[in-house]
């Protein structure tokens, strides 16, 4: 594989930040076009340009178009990156499935669109339910897809009672035990998880990576 060169790298992190889908689309064809590795450009770009984004967005230094701005534009080169990814056979074999959004009310998706690329980059199969998600629906999806793990983001304190509300539902009716639910999320720590009953906190993507393969017991 060929080393992404300086200028490209600088190119698409800024493409990224500034929301500019297009332009972000094009670098990222250009760069496994030049021969680069699609793991490479997700994990040393993409996911620190969204990381800073994020962080930039908590400080108040930018407001909500702009982060989903940059939300869109990360996602439509990744999408490519996971193109890449799966002809060269490098994730065929997937190494569970996760059901994956951020609960009801809440609209920030940032950091569970980190969440999302680093498991897919790492094999993991996600059904991203975006944001804004009913515990119906996360129940529905977990149902359907056959799912291994259920992860819920949470950002603000006020939506957060909506993690306890869909892991109740799971118990309600009859199938708690079928899923390892995971939660995250700015508004989130380990207490909260605990007395919730969650199987498992992660404090940032790259945790919830490290969480996901022991849930599902991956070396």
């Known amino acids: 594989m060929a080393e992404i060169t300086e200028q490209l790298r600088a190119e698409l992190s800024e493409a990224l930040r500034q ?11 250009q760069a496994l076009d030049g021969g680069a590795d699609p ?24 407001f909500l178009p702009e982060l989903m701005l940059a939300g869109e534009a990360a996602k439509r080169a990744t999408a490519i990156l996971e193109e890449a990814i799966a002809a060269s056979g490098q994730a065929s074999a997937s190494l569970g499935t996760v059901v994956i959004g951020t609960v009801e009310n809440d ?19 996600v059904v991203d ?9 996360f129940l529905d999806a977990a149902l359907k897809e056959q799912a291994d793990i259920v992860a819920m983001s949470s950002l603000m304190t006020t939506t957060r009672p909506s993690q306890r509300s869909t892991i109740n539902l ?4 009859g199938e708690r035990e079928k899923f390892k639910i995971i939660v995250g999320g700015g508004s989130v720590n ?7 009953g969650a199987d498992g906190y992660a404090a940032d993507a790259a945790a919830a990576v490290e969480l996901c393969k022991s849930l599902i017991q991956v070396s």
Do not use: C, M, Y
């Open 107 to 125: 609209v920030h998706d940032i950091g569970k669109n980190i969440v999302s690329t680093l498991l897919s980059s790492h094999g993991f199969k």
């Open 39 to 62: 793991l490479e450009v997700i994990q040393g770009i993409i996911v620190p340009a969204l990381t800073e984004v994020g962080q930039l967005f908590q400080e108040f230094k930018i």
């Open 170 to 173: 799971f118990k309600e009716v």
């Open 129 to 137: 339910l975006g944001r804004d998600v009913a515990p119906s629906a």
């Open 19 to 29: 929301g500019d889908a297009d332009k972000a689309e094009a670098l990222t064809r």
């Open 190 to 196: 380990q207490q909260w998880a605990d007395e919730i």
